[in-house]
């Protein structure tokens, strides 16, 4: 990819596994580069090998799992995944999320994050081995998350992520997401970092399981005509340390359990016309 080209991600109807970064080539003020989604579906899940688990004993089999959620991992309360997102899936099929190890195993098919010891478990369903199984739960990370000058994302989805959906980092000036859609992932919808300056226009961010949105360090993000509902931790927006935000004509709604707003430390935020 070289400065200002246009990228065109084919929707096939079938998801594209994640997760890209885009870090050298970018655009101009005049031509910035684009990346066009088409509506395509850039997802985290896949499948876990075999060889990626080990026997706990009979019937429980455990693998590695620490997914990007910041606050969730170090809220003591919790010790278990909060089962929304819906992110544990065996053989095509949601599968039960257990609360402990006991209610693990009384339920067949069941998966338990035991976060003490940054490992899922599975209750392997009755009379099969791995062999028999499709396991499949987020693995790859971030959809899109652009380090670099002038691009614009457009007409994209990003689901499942361990991480967040889109994000950028390092010292990037004007990046554009437009009609984009973050759900279902283990982090936050958006995330913007360090001296970056981003504009988000008419995008969603929906059953994350941090915030919708979540920007930090010295960051300048703008949101337009945006919507962050029914996220799980965190906050519906989420912003820290000496970042500053403009959100206009947005709704912030059904974020759960904590704030629909979260400011801390010297960062500003303006709501403009905002539910």
């Known amino acids: 990819v070289n400065t200002s080209d246009r990228i065109e991600i084919a929707n096939t109807g079938k998801p594209y596994k994640g997760g890209n970064t885009l870090g050298k080539a970018g655009g101009t003020a005049e031509k910035p580069l684009i990346i066009n989604g088409n509506g395509a579906l ?3 899940l896949d ?4 060889e990626k688990w080990t026997t706990l004993k009979k019937g429980i089999v455990a693998t590695a799992f620490w997914p990007m959620s910041n606050f969730l991992k170090s809220y003591e309360p919790i010790q278990y995944w909060i089962g929304s997102p819906q992110i544990w899936w065996l ?3 949601p599968a039960p999320n257990c609360t402990n190890e006991e209610e693990l195993n009384r339920t067949s098919g069941g998966f338990y994050w035991n976060k003490p010891a940054r490992q899922l478990w599975l209750h392997l369903p009755e009379g099969k081995t791995l062999d028999d199984v499709i396991i499949q739960i987020p693995v790859h990370s971030t959809a899109i998350c652009i380090n670099t000058d002038f691009v614009t994302v457009k007409n994209l989805r990003a689901m499942f ?3 967040d959906g889109f994000d950028t980092h390092g010292s990037g000036k004007n990046i554009v997401f437009q009609h984009c859609i973050a759900t279902d992932n283990c982090g936050q919808g958006f995330s913007v970092h360090d001296t970056n300056v981003a504009l988000y226009e008419d995008c969603l961010a929906e059953r994350n399981a941090s915030s919708g949105s979540c920007d930090v360090n010295e960051c300048h993000s703008f949101y337009r005509r945006c919507v962050f509902v029914n996220n799980t931790f965190e906050a519906g927006v989420y912003a ?4 500053q935000h403009t959100f ?3 709704l912030i709604a059904g974020n759960l359990p904590f704030e629909q707003v979260w400011q801390r430390h010297s960062c500003r935020m303006n709501f403009i016309n905002c539910i």
């Open 161 to 163: 992520s361990w991480n």
């Open 240 to 243: 820290n340390e000496n970042s």
């Open 248 to 250: 206009e004509d947005c």
């Open 47 to 50: 499948q876990v090998p075999k």
């Open 42 to 44: 850039i997802s985290g």
């Open 91 to 93: 053989n095509g099929k």
